[in-house]
């Protein structure tokens, strides 16, 4: 079964469209956590980040940098967050892999939740071993 946005791609059910491109659209989300909240999506399904092809990818950076410009265009604000939800547990509902552009602007009350804590030199240090082992 196609995921919910394939289905908007393919055009069975409406979708709200800013742009379209040959690997990646954006429209409105139906659901907005501010007026012009918009979903950037990857024409190849797949859930993650890392499982979409190299090109899809290497068309990312300049759709988000256009589609951030255009939402600060069309809706006046100052700021964006750009959010990606990677995974059922980091919130990700759709599973289909997927940006988030949400207008911000001063005092609207907002707040991405996630908190950090301190963390000591050691910890950083044997995280960024382990880190850069796996990029390897
Ligand atoms: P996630 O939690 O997976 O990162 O976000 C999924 C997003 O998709 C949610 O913000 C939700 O409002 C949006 N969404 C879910 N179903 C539809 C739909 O049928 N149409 C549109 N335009 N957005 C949807």
Known sequence: ?????????????PGRFVCTSERWVAFLDINPVADGHVL?????????IQDLPAETLADLGPMLARLTAAVRAAT???????I????????????????HIVPRFAGDGQRVGLRHHAASAESLDAMQAK??????
């Open 1 to 13: 079964m196609p995921s919910v946005f394939s289905r908007i791609i393919a055009g069975a059910i």
């Open 40 to 48: 950037l999506v990857p024409v190849h399904e797949a859930p993650r």
């Open 76 to 82: 006046g604000c100052p700021a964006v967050n750009v």
């Open 84 to 99: 990606v939800n990677d995974g059922p547990e980091a919130g990700q509902e759709v599973p289909h892999a997927h940006l």
């Open 131 to 136: 880190l850069q082992a796996a990029w390897r």
